[in-house]
């Protein structure tokens, strides 16, 4: 809540407000908070990247471990909400000082850094217990030792025997094998022991044993471990869950998309820490479910929390979308360079002729760009599957839909551009458009064959798959515009991943490139022209015998579009016969 804007119809409350909080105020605090960002920064990166965060490091420190994600997530908290104060004097004073990109780095430390203490944290909760009797089964042994030593049946140099101190150390292992891993009471009778051991050690007849000093230093360091152990307690990840709490950053993060993309970009590994920032993320879901939770409503409870993961789910996409689009970028430089200069190999080729096949610049154009991709591809799904809210996100499936929604805008876009026919279209010209084409979709499909192992997908099998879906797709676009046959459109259904088939504005009276295939077919065997169909020959001759079309065209067709856009073209050509069947019915 902005205060400055909620406040404004009350005077009393501006006014006391006002005289709190000048420019001047707002500078200092902004420069506060400016090297706070920055200490903490550079707090965070050497945690994580000096690989710090070990069991014995966490027991040891997880206090100030604690304190570090309070003072990043205060921090953080202030810089994101005060970057969107309602006041613009304030707005400006803060933006000019303080840099997106650095809040974005805060953002992403602090998250990486949280995930990997929980992770830390759940397992020492999960191996608590053993961890405790693993260090009670070393101080008895240690005790064990001492007592031995000092009852004259140890040999462990110079042989000093003493009852009293035989009888202190079996008391001491009696003492130890009876406490429990209970955080109650445990880590204050351990405290004593400790104190115990400590002034034990001062004696001389203790000290000047370097086997029996060790024993006993070593005693008290389990006993430390075994009392931070015993303190941990199963709250203390809902005690991070809370100081973490993410939820005021919902409607704050859509400026910071277009520089993670630009991290993405420039270090393909960076998706690890969205990942971690995307789990942070999920505590959206604490605000809205608190109540419904408290009252029992597990109906509601569901249908919010569908909803919310639905949220997040997108917003993941938004960010992620970068990388198939970056990939397909690349895959499209492929196409230029595998086009004009690069032909495939033959079976046989001559010693001779072996070196036009080479294009060493080319090729190594071409290694460089996979590379990229795969790399990409690795930063993708480096990401584990995680949890948003009630959904799990599965790296791979986005990274699949994520280049079939490319691939699909990609072929749909070369055939809107290039099956565009004129009225007195000839044979010739017919087939000289349907062979580029050809040749563009055979380089995509080359290309995506290319890159599918560095991927990790079956390319080829998405090319088929999403070839078909456009077929169909603008084939019942013609037909319901022509009102023969209603049929839901793709883009119109509700199935689960489902990619979006771009539409285009309508060309020569037809909505899409297979109506105006249909046309240019129909304007070339038009019977104004005085043509024939010789049936044996199945092909279309003019008045004076020459060729004008025939299966050889239909060949082209084939190898273009498939047998599924031919036998698209059957039906709409179907449709038309139908069309003109009613309108001669009605006349």
């Keep these: 809540v902005d205060l400055f804007e909620a406040w404004k119809n009350f005077p009393a409350a501006n006014k006391a407000l006002n005289r709190v909080i000048s420019i001047e105020r707002v500078k200092e605090i902004s420069i506060k908070q400016k090297t706070d960002m920055a200490t903490l920064n550079g707090k965070l990166t050497t945690q994580v990247m000096e690989s ?20 990043a997530n205060v921090t953080m908290r202030w810089l994101m909400l005060h970057r969107n104060t309602k006041n613009p004097k304030f707005r400006e004073i803060i933006h000019a000082m303080l840099n997106l990109k650095d809040i974005l780095e805060l953002i992403l430390h602090t998250s990486d850094f949280e995930c990997q203490l929980q992770v830390v944290q759940k397992e020492l909760l999960a191996s608590r217990q053993q961890i405790f009797d693993g260090d009670k089964l070393k101080c008895v042994e240690y005790m064990t030792e001492c007592a031995e030593f000092f009852a004259g049946n140890r040999n462990l140099g110079k042989a000093i025997k003493n009852d009293d101190y035989a009888t202190y150390f079996r008391e001491m292992v009696s003492s130890i094998q009876k406490l ?37 230093t070593e005693t008290i360091n389990c006993l430390k471990g075994m009392a931070k152990v015993a303190t941990l307690r199963k709250d203390s990840l809902n005690r991070l869950a809370l100081i973490g709490d993410f939820s005021y950053a919902w409607n704050l993060l859509d400026e910071y998309i277009s520089l993670m993309h630009e991290n993405i970009r420039h270090d393909t590994k960076a998706v690890h820490f969205f990942r971690s920032c995307f ?20 109906d509601m409870m569901m249908n919010v929390s569908q909803y919310y993961s639905n949220q997040l789910v997108q917003f993941v996409g938004k960010v992620l979308a970068i990388i198939p689009t970056s990939i397909f970028a690349l895959h499209g430089e492929m196409i230029k360079i595998m086009s004009p200069t690069l032909k495939a190999e033959e079976a046989k080729i001559t010693k001779e002729d072996l070196l036009s096949y080479a294009h060493f610049d080319e090729r190594f154009k071409l290694a460089k760009h996979a590379h990229r991709i795969s790399l990409f591809a690795e930063g993708m799904l480096s990401m584990d599957k995680c949890l948003m809210g009630v959904i799990e996100v599965d790296p791979k499936e986005f990274l699949v839909n994520g280049i079939k929604n490319e691939m699909v805008k990609v072929v749909a876009e070369t055939l809107h551009r290039s099956l565009i026919f004129k009225k007195d279209i000839t044979t010739d010209s017919f087939e000289a458009i349907i062979k580029q084409l050809s040749v563009k979709l055979d380089n995509m499909r080359s290309a995506m064959e290319y890159v599918q192992d560095l991927v990790g997908i079956d390319a080829l099998s998405i090319w088929r798959e999403q070839m078909s879906r456009i077929i169909q797709f603008n084939v ?23 990619i979006e088939i771009p539409t285009y504005e309508t060309l020569d009276g037809c909505l899409t490139f297979l109506g105006r295939l249909v046309v240019g077919l129909l304007n070339i065997t038009s019977p104004a022209k005085n043509l024939f169909y010789i049936n044996t020959c199945n092909s279309w001759y003019d008045q004076t015998g020459g060729f004008v079309l025939g299966p050889k065209t239909v060949g082209s067709l084939i190898k273009t579009f498939g047998v599924v856009g031919v036998n698209g073209l059957d039906r709409l050509l179907s449709f038309n016969i139908g069309k003109d069947i009613q309108s001669f019915a009605k006349f």
């Design 180 to 216: 429990t891993c209970k955080p109650s009471k445990t880590p204050t009778t351990i405290q004593g022991f400790t104190n115990s051991l400590n002034s034990l050690s001062s004696y001389p007849i203790v000290n000047s044993n370097m086997q029996i000093k060790f024993y006993v």
């Design 476 to 498: 019942n676009r013609e037909a319901n515009a022509k009102e023969i046959q209603k049929t839901r459109l793709a883009n119109e259904g509700k199935e689960k991943n489902l």
């Design 52 to 71: 710090y965060l070990q069991k014995d490091y966490v027991l040891e420190n997880s206090n100030e471990l604690v304190n570090l994600i309070r003072s």
């Design 279 to 298: 789990i942070k993320l999920a505590s959206i879901l604490n605000q809205p479910l608190r109540r419904i939770i408290e009252i029992g409503n597990e």
